[in-house]
């Protein structure tokens, strides 16, 4: 089995992708959509997107990583000691 941490490296790339391509791909598709749907796909495309660059990055960070792995550690504790 591949490592955890290269498995990630290498299928949230392609995530990032689709969700960048994505709204392109429906604009392309269904032209044929109402103004509040243009709306929807224009905000995601201009203010969602962009904020996952900085996202990626951070997790690339080993202090974020080690931060992350502490708080679903604790998450996964209290989730066992809830059943």
């Known amino acids: 089995m591949e490592n955890p941490s290269s498995v990630r490296a290498s299928i949230l790339p392609g995530l990032l992708v689709i969700l960048f391509f994505g709204p392109c791909t429906f604009i392309y598709i269904h032209p044929s959509s109402t103004p509040a749907e243009d709306k ?24 974020v990583k080690s931060a992350m792995r502490k708080l679903w550690s ?3 504790g209290s989730e066992i000691g809830k059943v």
């Open 40 to 63: 929807d796909v224009a905000v995601f495309h201009a203010i969602i997107t962009p904020m996952l660059n900085p996202l990626t990055h951070a997790l690339r960070n080993e202090e």
């Open 74 to 76: 604790r998450k996964a």
